[in-house]
């Protein structure tokens, strides 16, 4: 093969997750292997969860501990240590990254120090990201937080300026999961080559009988997503509060933010109808009571719960930078950021029509059933092709 052992990537997150951000690098591995120099990894998700017991072993007894969980390619090098995860890693590959590969396809800011070194053995690096841009990001977030009465952490924030810089200094190549990304990625001032890989859903894990009368009665209306000002939460809870919908349910599942979880804690209890369910492993189950997904969203990369929602026969209420992922007024509604009176109207709308927010429940569910895995494998091995080739 023309590109054999031309690529080496190396994986910042947990691989082997199956429903959730750790299920790309299995489909890419999958779909890679064949031109695959190696793969370096700093978690592998078995029945093993890294806690305070990994500074005790030696990395030999981590190492046959997952070896009995999880697959593992010889591809893979792996270093399992919970201490200070993102410097070691950087550590590690400084000193042990293998130079015989022509490009090297990252999905996380490194150190600079590794970039510089492949760069000065004229290495080609590739990146893959799951957000827009991270200068977006951050000023964002800053300017939101400031609305609810809160500061964004200096070094946070310096860390968000830093990523970005990097991104423009090293990487030519980007793949993004959405065209809304990417036009947002050179609207911030990227100018390399920009290549746009959707996500994939398991849509038969989400595929649950539907019961019609439950979803119309119970009128949940379901946010999944971090409780955070990033995710417009405090603009969907104050349209909430305002519509007061007294035989409606708002569910909120996902992680806390700590330092924004007090301002939030406080909205959620001052409304009765509002509930916070916090992480959930159900999802399936929690998506087939829902009669609506909500997401006001300031930054998607490419949302992976929109596509469950949609396999799971639900319609979505969403900002610009998840649109794209659904049919507007067809499978759900397009929201402005920051849009108090739209989230009402919408919301509105499917309280009064609950057997319309059915109707395009199955609208969505029909459209999903080919975004699969696989074909985000394939897509990604396509795209990768092209850029070696190139």
């Known amino acids: 093969m023309k590109n054999s052992k031309k690529l080496s990537i190396i994986l910042f997150r947990n691989y082997g997750i199956k429903y959730g951000q750790g299920y790309q690098p299995v489909y890419i591995f999958k779909f890679l292997k064949d031109i695959l120099y190696k793969i370096y990894l700093l978690r592998v998700q078995g029945r093993y969860k890294l806690d305070k017991m990994i500074k005790i072993f030696p990395l030999s007894f981590l190492f046959r501990i997952y070896l009995r969980n999880v697959f593992l390619p010889k591809y893979f090098r792996i270093n399992l240590f919970k201490k200070s995860l993102y410097d070691f890693f ?3 590959l400084i000193k042990k990254i293998d130079l015989s590969s022509e490009f090297y396809l990252f999905n996380y800011a490194p150190s600079e120090d590794i970039l510089q070194k492949l760069k000065n053995d ?7 990201y799951g957000g827009m841009s991270p200068l977006y ?23 968000g300026i830093r990523e970005d ?3 423009k200094k090293y990487f030519k190549k980007v793949i993004l999961m959405s065209e809304y990304s990417k036009k947002n990625w050179i609207k911030w001032g990227y100018q390399g080559d920009i290549y746009v890989n959707h996500l994939g859903v398991d849509y038969e894990y989400f595929d649950r009988p539907i019961d ?3 979803r119309i009665n119970d009128k949940i209306f379901l946010f999944v997503g971090r409780i955070e000002v990033m995710k417009g939460l405090h603009y969907l809870l104050d349209a909430w509060e305002q519509l007061n919908l007294k035989d409606a349910k708002l569910w909120l599942v996902g992680t806390k933010k700590s330092k924004e979880w007090s301002y939030f804690e406080k909205k959620i209890k001052k409304t009765r109808t509002v509930e916070f369910l916090g992480y959930r492993t159900d999802l399936p189950n929690i998506y087939n009571r829902a009669l609506v997904l909500i997401l006001p969203s300031f930054s998607e990369g490419c949302s ?37 009176n739209q989230l009402k109207k919408y919301i509105k709308y499917f309280y009064d029509n609950p057997s319309k927010a059915i109707e395009m429940g199955f609208s969505a569910k029909s459209k999903i059933k080919d975004q699969t895995w696989s074909s985000f494998g394939n897509a990604f091995k396509n795209n990768i092709l092209n850029i070696l080739n190139s």
């Open 122 to 128: 004229h290495k080609k690096l590739l990146l893959f």
């Open 304 to 340: 992976r719960v929109v596509l469950e929602a949609k396999a799971s026969g639900v319609p979505i209420i969403g900002t610009p930078c998840i649109s794209e992922l659904f049919i507007k007024n067809r499978e759900g509604f397009e929201v402005n950021y920051c849009n108090i």
């Open 165 to 167: 810089k990097l991104f």
């Open 90 to 92: 950087n550590d590690f």
């Open 137 to 159: 990001y951050y000023k964002t977030k800053k300017r939101e937080l400031m609305k609810i009465g809160l500061t964004l952490d200096s070094r946070e924030y310096l860390s």
């Open 212 to 214: 019609k009368r439950q």
